[in-house]
């Protein structure tokens, strides 16, 4: 300002000038809508990650079966309830070869007296290479003992009362030995030996741990084409067994092979059902929006009692309703109930919109201008509601997705053995102490899911929302 | 306000015959006879439901005595429970139901207001991050999740604690309900979380809110007596369709932690066919979500002037 | 005692947006005189109610920005108050009106109630004693069945009631000075005249300053004592109103003159719309604002911003106009040439 006030104009300073007012029009690059949107959809970090998301997801489901070529139902009896791991190793072995146990002869059998306390067995150890086909224990006898009990447990028990799984019981002071072949895994158990007088116990107990290894028999090897024909007699050999990068289920499946299939249900049941309702929706919503009057309130009437109806009940109420025979997979019931139930929202979200650009101007002139009603719904009514449907479909697509889960959930879903997200959480709670992974993996896929259609039909409502661009 | 209630009763009343209509269609598509499909149903059984409901009559008449039942309040017998009547089997499991539910829904209000206030206040800073983080989990992840989660974490704190602090499963004591009605609540909690957040933040531009300003109230002042108050109100409203959320929810809940309410008892039902469970418990539950709908707006007029005046 | 009850000097805010910083209010300067009325006139998005909010405290920050200034009401600084010492003068000193009633009010609160709250919270008052308070004022501003009315909420008022509410509820303090922020936009026409002459009683027998903000010149006319023309977040012009009717001397006052009927000059005046639109505030021009609009824009104007000249024939008359300048041409010939432009058009 100081230069201003010293400034001495002159004549030349004072002579008019012919200003231009297309100087002052706004300079901003101007932007289709679409392409406006797409810009505010990238710079929204969150919905961008979620994009990629889905983008993942839709690779996983669609080309992940190509790189992993697993049958999804195949059981790998050696590996039950595998939590995720590197490949695993295992020893080639025989068949099964039965085992008498160890009854020693020079030992009474029955304890002349009972005795009020007999101390606890000792060397108690594997009676040879504990493997994952069996584990042979035996123990010297305890005088007074007329039977032993035998536990197992998978941590050191801290006293008594936590020596874990009871396996079996040997009804003889001389009968020192146990096979224990209740579905062993490679790890360390604690086998716990406890003196009887053959029906009650004595409060000592001797402990061992022991660590199976990890075999597989020559058959089952065969049977899964681990080996070739001139490897079978190379017994001992340790051969390489498949790989669950994801871990097991209950039955051995592989989890990641499980997860591809339920993934392909999910989706498709979470981005066809909508797909089909919106569709509906929008033709029952444009047709009560464009024609108005009393057919409109008729619809609406019926769609408000749609609407009403509880929809988890009723889905589930349908499903039992359209059926689901043996052999099917429940994913076609599924899709008829999601659709038949869902359509009113995006109807009257469409109607409303369909209300609101009849009255604008542009419309009015086109049908002044002859245009055919169809033609009007199609060049100008279906492309300015684009917005709203998009959105509504982003948002619909975690909505099915989470029916299907909880459908499947409670046994009503697709029925067993095809895999669902839903359903592999329903079979994964009920060992989720034990093998909390078979609950982890397919909760987390649904919860991404679900996240990343939020966040992005979020962004989306944000990026098309011309409010909000005013707003900020 | 009298009439309104009227109104409104009268609508709901056309929108549960709606439902029950919509039931029986859908259980009439129910391939075969739904007597001879199973073959739990005992003679006697049998020759009280075929009397009932005139099985051997045409659809039309099936219906007018099904409506009348209804009516009634009769929903018929249980087909797999002998002899028990599904009136009997709903009086002795709904009120664990409800009363799971509406500790569900006032842990999701309170929450709901309580965080939601709190982002709006904290907007765009660290807590306002954290929460809406949280918030956006809490809507993703399904109920059954969170369930299983809530057990787990039950099952440690106990087994930390070397005793049983909370039960882990079951029902009986408030101790029971606590992880089960939190866990139920989680979802529509996350929801009413976001809805109070947009709702505040709505409410800040507000002219009025300006006004107060100009009028010279402290900031505790204004946001308590101004905005809280007015924000609360779409809170409000979609608490009544959230009941239905909440309902829904606690089948799996109920399941999970073996919680003996209808909803168990209702999923039980539609995985053994119990044809008259299944109806009789739809119908109910339909009703009782469309009566929820109703009271809550009732009560919202009294809280809103504009309506309560109308 | 100073005459002058309220000095703003230099004012200045800005609004950071996604877009960049708005700079709102560019250094405004104005005074108002004891038990008069000052005009603040200018066209949408100038900036008027950006400079009152920003004198009581009430604009947003974030987004909003005081950048420079000063607000002294008699003699004590406004701006930079914290909301505590703020509250000491804000709805006692100076009580607010809005343009738009309707929104205005707390909607889940009765009017009673709204305005007993003021007295609650500055007078100490307990609720009822500031309810029956709340009667008398609502019957100052000739609001009929008060007793009845205060139970009620805005809804059941009707737009004029409730801008009465309004100013009964910003006089619950007895304030010095009432700023009045478009009261009438709102209202047809009517009623805008019956809360006009309202405003006029209360002035009178309130003995209040008012800071009238409004974009139409006869309510200027009407009302005002001291005029402030504003355009672009500057005052463009400023005096008493005979200055500003009878002197215009800035082609923005002149340019809204001709754009407003009038019943008091010639029936066949051609009313002429400014054309084009205000400069984009993100980044203000160098020079004037006005200059892309302007009939008389001459070469400096472009980049030269024209200093607030104090027009020759009246003391407090100013205009931010190259055009005031010893050296340019005579005002008197533009004026002419604005007749001639007239009676050509
Ligand atoms: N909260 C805000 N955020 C960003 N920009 C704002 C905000 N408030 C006002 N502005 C900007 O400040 C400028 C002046 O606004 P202001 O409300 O003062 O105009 P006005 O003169 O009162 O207009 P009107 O006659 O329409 O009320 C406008 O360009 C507006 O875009
Ligand atoms: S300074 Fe120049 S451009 Fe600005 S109003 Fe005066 S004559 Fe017009
Ligand atoms: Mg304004």
Redesign the pocket.
Known sequence: MTDITSFQPSDEDFARVKTDLAVEQISRPSLSYWQDAWVRLKKNTRATISLYIVIGLAVFTLLGPVFWQVDSSLQDLNQISQAPSLPKTAALVGAYKRWDGIILEDFPAEPEAYAKSVAAVTELRAFEAATTQQVRITWNPTPGAGGYNIYRNHRAPEDFNDLGLPLGSTFGGNEVSYEDRLSLESRAYYYSIVPTDGYDEYEVYTVTAITPQMIITVNDARGRNLITADEENNLGQEIRLEFHPFGTDYLGRDMLARLMEGARVSLFIGIVAPFIYVIFGIIYGGFAGYFGGRLDVLLMRFADFVVALPFLLFMILFKIAFGIGPGESGIFPMLVTLALLLWPATARLVRGQVLQIREQGYIEAARLLGAKPSYLILRHIIPNTMGVILVTLTFAVPAAIFTEAFLSFIGMGVAPPTPSWGSMCNEGIKTMLSHPHELIFPATFISVTVLAFNLLGDGLTEALDSRMRSRE | MLAYTLKRLLAGGITVWFIATATFVAMHQVPGDPLMNDKAVTPEIRKNLEQKYGLDKSATEQYFIFLGNMLRGDFGISFTQQNRRVNDIIRDHFPVSATLGLLAIFFAATGGVLWGALTAIYRNRLPDIIIMFLVILGISVPSFVFAALGQLLLVNINSMLGQSLIPVAGWGTFAHMLMPSLVLGLGTMAFLTRLMRSSMLEVVNEEYIKTARAKGLSPVRIFFRHQLRNAILPVITVLGPQVAAITTGGFVVELVFAIPGLGRYFVQAVQQLDYTVIMGTTVFYGAFLVFMVILVDIIYGFVDPRVRLE | MNNRILEVEDLSVE?S?YGGD?K?VRGVSFAVTRGETMAIV?E????????VQAIMGII?MP??RITSGSAKLDGNELLGLSPKEANEFRGIQIGMIF?DPMTSLNPTMTIGDQIAETLVVHRHKTYAEASRQAIDLLEKTHIPEAAKRVTQYPFEFSGGMLQRAMIAQSLACNPSILIAD?PTTALDVTIQGQILELMDELQRTENMSIILIT?DLAVVARMADEVAVMYAGQIVESGSVEDIFYESSHPYTLGLKSAMPSNIGDRDKKLTPIIGSPPD?FSPPHGCGYFARCPYAMRMCEDMQPTNFSVQRTEDHHARCWLQHEAAPAVAEVSQSNQDKDNAG
């Open positions: 609004f947006t708005v709102a200018g949408s998005g100038c900036g008027k109610s950006v400079t947003p987004p909003g343009q478009e974009h505030l």
